[in-house]
């Protein structure tokens, strides 16, 4: 079993800035992608940014030039720092971890999710 968790979350002003961390622990070979996702009140689930094992980073347009993604291998973390928040940046924030799993008959590949945290930019 491999858990998240998630740090960073808050209320904020619009303008201000926030860092996400998320720790992955248990059960773990290697990590593949990491990804930040977020929702909405009334909205679904998007992408905000992503991490790859060979740090190819994309991003949602929203976030581009505000948002940084990054990752720390050897302490299994991503990072979201996040600049000049929005009041439309108010979501719950959810941490996604793609990785390798050893087991008897060999790696398996898997997914896991945070338990997610606020984020709250009020104007």
């Known amino acids: 079993q491999v858990q998240l968790v998630e740090s960073g979350g808050g209320l904020v002003q619009a303008g201000g800035s926030l860092r996400l961390s998320c720790a992955a622990s248990?059960?773990?070979?290697?990590?593949?992608?990491m990804a930040w996702y977020r929702q909405a009140p009334g909205k679904q689930r998007e992408l905000v940014a992503a991490i790859t094992s060979g740090t190819s980073i994309n991003y949602a347009d929203s976030v581009k030039g505000r948002f940084t993604i990054s990752r720390d291998n050897a302490k299994n973390t991503v990072y979201l720092q996040m600049k000049s928040l929005k009041p439309e940046d108010t979501a719950v924030y959810y941490c996604?971890?793609?990785?390798?799993?050893?087991?008897?008959?060999?790696?398996?590949?898997?997914?896991?999710w945070g338990q997610g945290t606020l984020i709250t930019v009020s104007s």
């Open positions: 996604n971890v793609h990785y390798y799993s050893e087991y008897a008959r060999g790696v398996r590949y898997l997914e896991v």
């Open positions: 248990g059960s773990i070979f290697s990590i593949d992608a």
